[in-house]
């Protein structure tokens, strides 16, 4: 049974921690295997739409086999990803979440965790949205496999979604040796960091708000693979800022309009009904 809404608890302990756990019921059993299937073909560059991801972080063969592999917009590249990415259960559930009245997709992540591999540097994702206006993020969080805390699960710092904004530090996203630094650099007052590792089962995830500190420490698990397929949804009103530019998604910018194109940002879920028509054209997954 997937979940369809979230209860009055659940909208308030996202509020109060800046995440929200749901353990299981996010992703669809028929969905969860064929999505795992992606996996390999998207990490061999086998593209089924002829389109490259916006970012390539990790090639079979290319990069070292201790780094967790990731592409940032495999969406473009896959559609069983980009009918799962663009859900619209996801778009309802985030706006539940943010109480935006629309919900649009910004960017996705396809991550992958075998075993031995090194940590996710703790980052704040709002920290990364100082292109858009407003420049704010919410992001959903889902698990491909049944995860343990020894498995370099997402983890989050309880409260941290009260912390200013903090510039992302780039260089120490990729396998850092100490993931927790950029946190514990941006707690104030030196507060203790309460991290919470996202322990679900598979189709299982998270909710997190776009100033909540989060990453993930090394595979130390034998057996668990750990797939993650994650969206990074804005409100469906965003538009670029009008001078400061992202090095890769500023390529969407047109001149001489700051909106974002449908094509490239749909518009997942909308109060008034609307979804942007050509997501109907993808697979059905459930
Ligand atoms: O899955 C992970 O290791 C980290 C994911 C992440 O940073 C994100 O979802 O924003």
Known sequence: MTVEALSPEQVASFHRDGFLVVEGGLVSEPALE?????????????????????????????DPEDRTRQLCNGWRSDNV????????????????????????????????????????????????????????????????????????????????????????????????????????????????LDTVPVVVKAGGGSFHHGLCWHGSAPNTNASVARMALVSHLVPADARFHHERADLIYSRYRKRGDLSLDESFFPVVWHETGYRTPWLAELPAID
């Open 34 to 62: 064929r999505l795992r299937e992606r996996y390999e073909l998207l990490f061999d560059r086998e593209y089924e739409t002829g389109i490259a991801p916006d970012e390539v972080n990790w090639v079979r063969g290319r």
């Open 81 to 192: 990803v980009a009918a799962q990415v663009l859900h619209e259960r996801t778009g309802r559930l985030g706006a539940q979440l943010s109480d935006w009245s629309g919900v649009r997709m910004l960017q996705d992540n396809v991550l992958w965790k075998p075993p031995g591999t090194k940590a996710i540097g703790f980052h704040q994702d709002a920290s990364y949205a100082g292109y858009l206006v407003p420049p704010v993020m919410l992001t959903c969080w889902l698990s491909l496999h049944e995860t343990t805390a020894d498995a370099g699960p997402i983890e989050y710092v309880r409260g941290s979604h009260t912390w200013p904004v903090t510039p992302p530090e780039r260089s120490q996203f990729h396998a850092p040796e100490d993931w927790l630094a950029p946190a514990r650099a941006s707690a104030p007052n030196g507060e203790e």
